[in-house]
């Protein structure tokens, strides 16, 4: 959900890519529903076995977030997060 102040405003994005990279790293994208806002996070493999799980939804301050200019990626955000809107609840480790 939305928080309408118009300081700390957050936007609930969903999980919409992973990929476990070289050096022992991995990159978790989450996007908002229409896909046109995406946060990018990387995770040391050491964090996700001993720290806090990758969910399927997390509020992200509004001010992270990044647009997404290429037409196919906003897409392909929107379609993945629908998809992991429809499978899993927020909260729900994945």
């Known amino acids: 959900m ?3 102040s ?5 936007e609930q994005c969903w999980l919409v890519e992973r990929e476990f990279g070289d050096r022992n790293v991995v990159t978790i994208v989450y996007a908002t529903a229409d896909g046109s806002r995406y946060l990018h996070r990387e995770r040391s493999t050491a964090s996700l076995r ?6 399927a939804a997390v509020e992200v301050p509004e001010d ?3 647009a997404v200019r290429d ?8 379609t ?7 499978q899993f609840d927020p909260d729900d480790p994945i």
């Open 50 to 55: 001993n720290g806090s799980p990758v969910t």
């Open 71 to 78: 037409e196919d990626r906003r897409e392909r955000y929107a």
């Open 2 to 4: 939305n928080d309408s």
């Open 80 to 86: 993945e997060a629908n998809r992991t809107e429809t």
């Open 64 to 66: 992270d977030l990044e």
């Open 6 to 10: 118009s300081s700390g405003s957050t």
